[in-house]
């Protein structure tokens, strides 16, 4: 098995949606806001080399949206999805599967492209299967009114129509082992509905793909929960299930959106689970 992190793009978020009621004086220490209160944020996705399969997990936002939308989120930087990809030696034929850890438009919008014309879209990857869960994709494709800005039919509804949907299953208890793709999946729904966080054995170590769960180095504090979370309750007691059990074994947890911070591990402190060490990609997966 080989791993690669895979940089669809950087964006900015405004800072006090990303930690919710957490203040400003607080928060900035770990990420620092520009002039507009908006801070540094990248869709930083995993490639997977397993035998005859290569598996990614999310997808960032995609290309195909309009100037106005993508001006809301003042991207910065020059990496793409597409680039990220051919830099590593493949092509987005060459993808297998795509794994969705959840259905908001930053995860899930390069499935999607326009077809030659723009009358239409077409999946990205057109040699790929699509995987999500059958709850998440319910809410996600009859989303409540908090959420409905995120789940953008043209990212969702295209794959469906591909027919290369397909779901894993749904455990009875929070982490669904072994599955379809070959790790185990922990279910966290503060966040979204069924958000799914990939646990991959690599090398002797589990590397945890944190999603929307921990998106940065600045929210391992519980309380630090972002404001976009549908259950912050229910994050913070997630949160603390899943740190507590990555301090105790010692997980490295891939930072989907840290800018700035690829890996980490964390440890178990006085004042609760707190970062252990970073890492770069390099150091853990070469």
């Known amino acids: 098995m080989n791993l690669f992190p895979v940089n669809a793009g950087n964006f900015k978020l405004d800072g006090g949606a990303m930690f919710g009621v957490v ?43 309009s100037d106005k939308f993508f001006g809301y989120y003042h991207l910065w930087g020059n990496h793409t999805l597409e680039g990220s990809l051919n830099k590593l030696g493949f ?35 057109k040699n790929a299967h699509f995987w999500s869960n059958k709850d998440h994709w319910q809410w996600a ?82 309380p630090y929960v972002m404001g976009y979370d549908t259950r912050p309750l229910l994050t913070l007691t997630e949160k603390e299930k899943f740190l507590n059990i990555a301090a105790k074994n010692n997980y490295y947890l891939f930072l989907e959106h840290d800018a700035h911070n690829q890996i980490i591990t964390v440890k178990n402190t006085e004042k609760g689970v707190r970062l252990k060490n970073i890492y770069t990609t390099q150091e853990i997966f070469n």
């Open 23 to 65: 203040p400003k004086s607080l928060w900035q220490k770990t990420n620092p806001a520009d002039a507009n209160n908006m801070i540094d944020l990248t869709a930083r996705c995993l490639l997977i080399e397993n035998g005859n399969r290569l598996i990614l997990i999310d997808t960032g936002m995609g290309n195909k949206q």
């Open 91 to 125: 092509t987005k034929n060459d993808i297998t599967d795509v794994f969705l850890t959840h259905l908001h438009f930053d995860h899930s919008g390069g499935c999607i492209e326009w077809n030659n014309n723009k009358t239409g879209y077409k999946p990205a990857f």
């Open 141 to 222: 494709t009859q989303p409540n009114a908090r959420e409905k800005a995120s789940f953008l039919k043209e990212n969702i509804i295209p794959i469906e129509e591909s027919g290369h949907l397909k779901f894993t299953d749904i455990p009875e208890t929070d982490i669904l082992k072994n599955s379809a793709l070959g790790f185990d999946i922990f279910f966290a729904n503060g966040h979204t509905d069924k958000q799914m966080i990939p646990m991959i054995n690599y090398k002797g170590k589990t590397i945890c793909f944190m999603a929307d769960l921990l998106p940065t180095v600045g929210h391992l504090p519980l």
